[in-house]
């Protein structure tokens, strides 16, 4: 068997979103939009560390790997460009144990060092996947921290199926109201934003609008005319296809209705609690 490294190009999008839904598409389906979103489209890319394993024999691809830095010049990430990210390394089951899972991390980190990073994660990039390895992947767990990757913290999806629940009730507080966000308003949002919770979620507000959002998809507590607390919500109508819908095909044929992220203003939580 002899195995060639290409760099990721986007003429292996159908081959590579087979493979991957061959392998894990079972627990996380993805989609050729959602593939070319995060991984072709996406300016932070490092083409020089993503690469893809290719059987000289066949010309199938035996695995590949995406990696990433933050390139934007963006006041909210400016803390990020000192990390870069591993957002997806997969091998075909009948090419691993022969070391192109190994030679793929080495080419990612070696640019990802090339490009001064100083901290690498897996996922957590922009545009992310997964904001770290899945809890059902143990082996893959395993082979990261043979390589000298350390496990700091989990996170976890929640679902709520709304047939099942009681007619939901809308809160009340005096003073303050509850309603969908208006285009118009589009810069003292993301003002609020800034001012609130600078960073990744100012960052993908601004992703939003730049992608032509129209404010369907935050719906925001208003207190004397000033905007102290959000929440998105996403669907298959929205500009994005946004974190928390994009295993949506998980669900077959039912809408799926994304909720975050969701914050209120630190002095009206004090107030309204």
């Not at 077959?252 to 209705?257: A, D, I, Q, T, V």
Request: aromatic share 12%; with cysteine; charged share 25%.
């Amino acid at each position: 068997m002899s195995i060639v490294y290409i760099n990721l190009t986007k003429d292996k999008a159908l081959e590579l979103t087979n493979l991957w839904n061959k392998e894990i598409g079972g627990s996380f389906p993805l989609r050729e939009e959602l593939f070319y979103q995060n991984s072709f489209e996406n300016v932070n890319v490092l083409l020089e560390g993503s690469w893809i394993a290719v059987d000289e024999k066949n010309q199938n691809a035996a695995g590949f790997v995406i990696s990433k830095v933050w390139k934007e010049d963006m006041e909210c990430i400016k803390s990020k460009k000192d990390i870069g990210h591993i957002q997806v390394l997969l091998v075909a089951s009948e090419y691993r144990n022969k070391g192109i899972g190994s030679e793929l991390l080495k080419r990612s980190e070696n640019s990802l060092r090339e490009a001064r990073v100083k901290t690498i994660l897996l996922g957590q990039d922009p545009w992310h996947y997964f904001p770290g390895i899945p809890s059902e992947f143990e082996l893959t767990e395993k082979w990261f921290k043979k390589r000298g990757y350390v496990k700091y913290g989990e996170e976890y999806d929640m679902y709520c199926n709304l047939a099942a629940t009681k007619p939901l009730e809308l809160p009340s507080f005096p003073d303050v109201k509850f309603r969908m966000l208006d285009k118009e308003e589009k810069e003292d949002f993301l003002a609020f934003l800034n001012r609130c919770f600078p960073g990744r979620w100012e960052y993908e507000a601004i992703h939003y609008f730049q992608r032509g959002g129209t404010g369907r998809e935050f719906v925001v507590a208003e207190k004397k005319g000033q905007i102290i607390g959000f929440c998105r919500i996403n669907d298959s109508r929205s500009p994005l296809i946004a974190q928390n819908v994009y295993w949506a095909p998980l669900f077959g044929n039912e809408e799926l209705g994304g909720i975050g992220p969701l914050g209120m203003a630190m002095k009206e939580v004090m107030v309204m609690a």
